[in-house]
């Protein structure tokens, strides 16, 4: 990565601390250009939230090449299992920045991930979000995305699956013998 790009990053980073910064980087024409966005998690010291609205701003300079964010006070720096499904949803490349270490890593979308043996994040990497990925997988297929960071299944109100396959197209078989 270009140096004028890491001393943007490192400056935004810089600044942000003791929370986590995050930006993009887009390229517009022959040039890229980093562009510092703002945190809107409830806990910007543990995780971060990229505003919505300052991600689509960016869109506009140009093409979206990569989501980055910083990891304060870290003893590694590893994208955590919540980075690696963030990044493959959104389909472009990711870079993280220790700090105030400096240390930066890259990582990419992973598009076909293991189906057995993956590990269980509410709302992220769950159970509909498996049988989302076996569809993409096997037959080319993509369904709505049903999943929420809530354990919805506690107040028996709702169930996110049985309230939603229908919609999906799927339908019920009964079996007589």
Known sequence: MREKLMAAIREHVAAEYPKEACGVIVQAAAA??????RNTSDKPTEHFTLAPEDYLSAETQGDVLMIVHSHPDVATL??????????????????????????????????????????WVL???????????????????TLNNWSVDYEWWLDGKENRYDDNWQAEGFIEIVVVE
Request: aromatic share 12%; with cysteine; charged share 25%.
């Open 32 to 37: 890229q250009t980093y562009i510092p966005c």
């Open 78 to 119: 590893v994208p955590s299992e919540m980075d690696r499904i963030q990044c493959d949803h959104s389909g472009v490349e990711w870079g993280i920045m220790s700090w105030p270490d400096g240390d930066f890593c890259t990582f990419s979308p992973r598009e076909d991930r293991d189906l057995v043996g993956r590990r």
């Open 123 to 141: 709302g992220h990497a769950d159970c509909w979000t498996l049988i989302m990925d076996y569809y993409r997988q096997m037959h080319g297929l």
